[in-house]
């Protein structure tokens, strides 16, 4: 498995997850990384950008509450989310942009009203 998100889990509305993404060192060291989500019955959709040297970008939708970030010596990929919507619902996964790699099989969230 090249890549492996985990941190997913069920919480209420308001609340806070952070989803983490690890993977090899040839990876991280070279690559754009990105977290994607596919909501039931929807196509997956790009959420949030880490370059491999800091740089970051975000969908409109999770602006101002989604935080992604790197650690390098880690080779792992992070996803600070808070203010979570059941909108946010969804599996997430992580991959390069645009995402070359195996999609794995992602982690749940699931944010209940």
Same mark, same amino acid.
């Not at 952070?18 to 993977?23: D, E, K, M, N, P």
């Not at 596919?38 to 939708?61: D, H, I, M, W």
């Given at each position: 498995?090249?890549? %492996?998100?985990? #941190?997913?889990?069920? @919480? %209420?509305?308001? #609340? $806070? ?27 997956? /959709?790009? @959420? ?6 800091? #740089?970051?970008?975000?969908? /409109?939708? @999770?602006?101002?509450?989604?935080? !992604? ?6 080779? =792992?990929?992070?996803? %600070? ?7 946010? =619902? ?14 794995? %099989?992602?982690?749940? @969230?699931? !944010?209940? $009203?």
């Amino acid at each position: 498995v090249q890549l %492996q998100a985990s #941190g997913g889990g069920l @919480v %209420q509305a308001g #609340g $806070s997850l952070r989803l983490s993404c690890a993977g090899s060192r040839s990876i991280f060291s070279i690559a754009f990384m990105a977290w994607y989500r596919q909501a039931p019955g929807k196509q997956r /959709e790009f @959420v949030a950008l880490n370059t491999n040297t800091g #740089g970051t970008n975000y969908a /409109e939708s @999770v602006k101002g509450r989604f935080t !992604v970030s790197r650690d390098n010596a880690k080779n =792992t990929l992070y996803l %600070q989310m808070n203010s979570l919507k059941p909108d946010d =619902t969804a599996v997430y996964y992580c991959n390069t942009i645009p995402a070359s790699l195996s999609w794995g %099989q992602g982690t749940l @969230v699931t !944010v209940s $009203s």
